[in-house]
């Protein structure tokens, strides 16, 4: 059975900093494309970085670059997001995704990944 479980959320002051964990079970790590997604009141769920680990590449969406980054540990099967300088905005639940397709253009659309964690709440204080 495929499992991937978030951890990691909190409440933070805005300037400050967290690290979430994705544990990933039941399934090939290497071969996969892990993205992390965030969902806010009111709004759609969006994409915000991505580590496609075939590949080894990574990306991020424009609002996150230079303040978050993915990283992964193969021993652990478990990829990170590290997210520094936070800001009110960046308050939402956190979820991490999987897909086996390889890494592309649609990265950051939901509907594109097979597994999702429970999510995670962020919560950034001003």
């Known amino acids: 059975e495929v499992q991937l479980v978030e951890s990691g959320g909190g409440l933070v002051q805005a300037g400050g900093s967290l690290r979430l964990s994705c544990a990933a079970s039941g399934f090939s790590f290497d071969d996969y494309t892990i993205g992390w997604f965030r969902q806010a009141p009111g709004k759609e769920r969006e994409g915000v970085s991505v580590f496609g680990l075939r590949e080894r590449v990574t990306y991020y969406k424009d609002p996150v670059k230079g303040r978050f980054t993915v990283s992964s540990d193969h021993a652990r099967n478990t990829v990170y997001l590290q997210m520094n300088s936070l800001k009110p905005e960046d308050t939402a639940v956190y979820y991490c995704?999987?897909?086996?397709?390889?890494?592309?253009?649609?990265?950051?659309?939901?509907?594109?990944?097979?597994?999702w964690g429970q999510g995670t709440q962020v919560t950034v204080s001003s």
């Open positions: 995704a999987g897909r086996l397709d390889p890494l592309g253009s649609t990265w950051s659309l939901p509907r594109e990944y097979t597994y």
